[in-house]
C-alpha cells in the first residue's frame, strides 16, 4: 500500500457540479471562465473584456443578505477589484445562469453524513492537482494550506470554509483546529509557472495564513517562493505571522515583490485578547522591519480595528510601509464576548470603528503614507 498522501477530492466534486461551466465554448452571456476555487466554499471568477466578476457560493442562510439563493448556497456577485461597481446587464445575464446551472445541478452534490470528529485537531497531507488561481488580469493567488491554526475567532471565513469540507464529508471542526497540507503544491506550481504569463501571486490570511506555525515544519510556503524565484511571477505574501522574516532573503532575491503584515492594533494586551495564537505585536514590526531592509515593497494591515492609540501606532507604522490598509470588524455580535473579555464593549460599536479608523487614518496620510484597500497590489508595486 502507497503511503503516499490522497488526491484532495473536492475539485472532483465541485468540477462535477460547474462541469457545463468548466465545458462552455463559448461562456455564459459572452463571459469566459477565467479560475475557481474550492476552498471557501464555490468560487468563480468570469470574465468579459475588462469585467472580472467573482460569483461565491456559501452554505444558505436566509437571515444573510445576497444576491440570490439556491436551495443549497448563498450566492453574493461583485466586481473582483471593485465592489461598490455596479454589474453590467451582461454581467448579470452571466450570473443568472450560473446559478440556474447550479440549481439544476446541486441536488447531486454528496449528502455523506458528517462523521463525528474523533480527536479535537486535524492535521491533513494531501495531494492538489492545481495550484494558481486567476483571480484578475495579471492577478493569481495560491494556498499553500487550507484552514489555519492561528485560529483568529473572529476570521470571517470560518463557516465558508467549513462548506468545503461538508462537500468532502469531512467532521466539523472548529476553526482554528484544523489545517490540510498541500504537500506536492511546489512541483504543482513549478509546473503551472512555465506555461502561465507571468503576474501577481497572493498569499494572504484568508482561508489560511502561510506562515502559520505549521509552515516551520513543512515549508510549503518557502517552496512555493523558491519555485517562483526567476520566474517573472510577482509574490504578494500577507500574514500575521512575524516567521515571515526567517523568508527575508529568499523574498529579496526577487525583482519586484511584497510583503504586509497584520497589525490590528499597537497594544499587546489587546491582541492577546482577540488573536490569543498570533505573535505579539513587536515581533510583526520586527518582521517588517526585516522584510524592508531585504528590499521588499513593505504594508500593513489594520483590520479589524482593534482598541489602539492612533497617533503611537501611525509614528510605528509609517518608517515601515509604503500603504495600509483599515478595515472594520465584521459580523461583530458573533464575538461581542472578546470585547466584554478585554473590558471594551465600547470598541464593539460603529462609532468606535468610524473615530478610531478615521483618526488613524488622518495621523498616517500627515505622514505621508498611502491608505489603500490592498486590493489590486499591482498599483503598490509600481
Known sequence: MSDEPPLRRLDQIVGELLAP?????????????????????????????????????????????????????????????DPEKPLSALAHRAVGQLVEMVRRREGALPMVPRPAPTRGSEVREVRVERALVQQGPGHYYLNPYVGCMIGCEFCYVADRADLSRELEGRA??????????????????????ATLPPGL???????????????????????????????????GVLTRAARIQEDAALLGRFRRVLVGLSIPTDDDEVRQH?????????ERFAALEACQRAGCVTVAVVQPVLPMDPERLAARLAPLVRAVRI???????????LYDAAGRLDAATEEFYQQTAGALRAALEARGVCIDPLDDLQTLMQ
Not at 464555490?42 to 437571515?63: H, I, K, P, Q, T
Not at 494572504?204 to 517562483?228: F, H, N
Request: charged residues 30%; neutral net charge.
Open 21 to 81: 461551466l468548466l465545458n462552455a465554448r463559448p461562456a455564459p452571456g459572452g463571459f469566459r471562465l477565467a479560475g475557481w476555487d474550492v476552498e471557501q466554499g464555490v468560487c468563480v471568477v468570469l470574465v468579459r473584456g475588462d469585467e472580472w466578476v467573482l460569483v461565491e457560493f456559501e452554505n444558505r442562510d436566509d437571515a444573510r443578505d445576497c444576491y440570490t439563493r439556491t436551495s443549497r448556497f448563498n450566492v453574493c456577485a461583485r466586481h473582483q477589484f
Open 172 to 193: 466539523k471542526l472548529p476553526w482554528g483546529r484544523y489545517v490540510d497540507v498541500k504537500v506536492n503544491l511546489p512541483e504543482v506550481l513549478a509546473r503551472e509557472v
Open 327 to 337: 478595515d472594520r470588524m465584521y459580523d461583530g455580535d458573533r464575538v461581542r464576548h
Open 201 to 235: 501571486v497572493r498569499m494572504s490570511p484568508i482561508v489560511t495564513d502561510p506562515y502559520q506555525p505549521l509552515e516551520k515544519k513543512y515549508r510549503i510556503t518557502r517552496r512555493c517562493l523558491e519555485a517562483l524565484v526567476d520566474t517573472g511571477f510577482t509574490p
Open 274 to 282: 482577540f488573536e490569543p495564537g498570533g505573535d505579539p505585536i513587536e
